[in-house]
């Protein structure tokens, strides 16, 4: 008695086309490329889903459900994926450049330290005596390097040294900020050359800070 062969499982060419779709699909999410997964790897994935109904109309619910929660579950996550390695390459690209770019800001930074403006105690007081705004806006907050002959050596209310140069017949320039080892060693008709940051004008005589001898 002759037996019937048995009946070979039919292929589902819907379900293996969906498995290519979604394989494609998921490449291109996670390729660091611009618009790869959106323009490409979302329709593609669209196609599978389309696919796995298919192969599930043909097959039985069986042959394409796999596929078709896949497209719907695990693409959206797999696309989050690309996203963050998309953002982490586009980050190691770019802080080398940021990091060049800082370096060149303080390259020019550096190279743009301005000099101490050179004067002398009288000239520093002629042009305060004759324009105090226009002086502040060359040498308030400026280093300074200031010439003079002492006319006096006195402290403060805080019991720091303060020096006076002669800026004329009875004006004079305050320098301040000087250790009591420097002003100790001065003396009346010395003439010095301080380093010191301007501070604007006070009942009459220009005044500075941090000052140092040099």
């Not at 586009?90 to 940021?98: F, M, N, T």
């Not at 006319?151 to 800026?167: E, F, G, N, R």
Request: glycine share 12%; with cysteine; charged share 15%.
């Amino acid at each position: 008695m002759n037996t019937a062969a048995a009946p070979l499982p039919s292929s589902n060419p819907a379900g293996i086309a969906a498995w290519l779709m979604l394989g494609i699909a998921w490449l291109c999410f996670l390729i660091p490329f611009p618009g790869l997964g959106m323009f490409l790897g979302w329709p593609l994935n669209m196609v599978a889903f389309i696919l796995a109904v298919v192969a599930m109309a043909k097959g039985g619910a069986g042959k394409g459900i796999a596929q078709l929660l896949l497209s719907l579950v695990a693409s959206p996550l797999v696309y989050l994926v690309g996203v963050v390695v998309f953002a982490g390459t586009v980050s190691a690209i770019g802080q080398p450049a940021l990091d060049a770019q800082a370096n060149a800001g303080k390259g020019r930074q550096q190279d743009i330290t301005i000099a101490p403006v050179e004067i002398t105690a009288r000239q520093l007081h002629r042009d305060y005596e004759a324009n105090e705004v226009a002086a502040d806006v060359l040498y308030k907050g400026k280093r300074l390097l200031i010439t003079g002959e002492v006319a006096s050596i006195q402290t403060d209310l805080m019991d720091k040294p303060q020096v006076q140069l002669k800026a004329g017949s009875v004006d004079q320039v305050m320098i301040s900020g000087l250790s009591r080892e420097e002003a100790g060693a001065l003396g009346k008709g010395d003439t010095v050359l301080a380093a010191c940051t301007g501070n604007g004008m006070i009942l009459g005589s220009p005044m500075t800070r941090d000052c140092e001898l040099q």
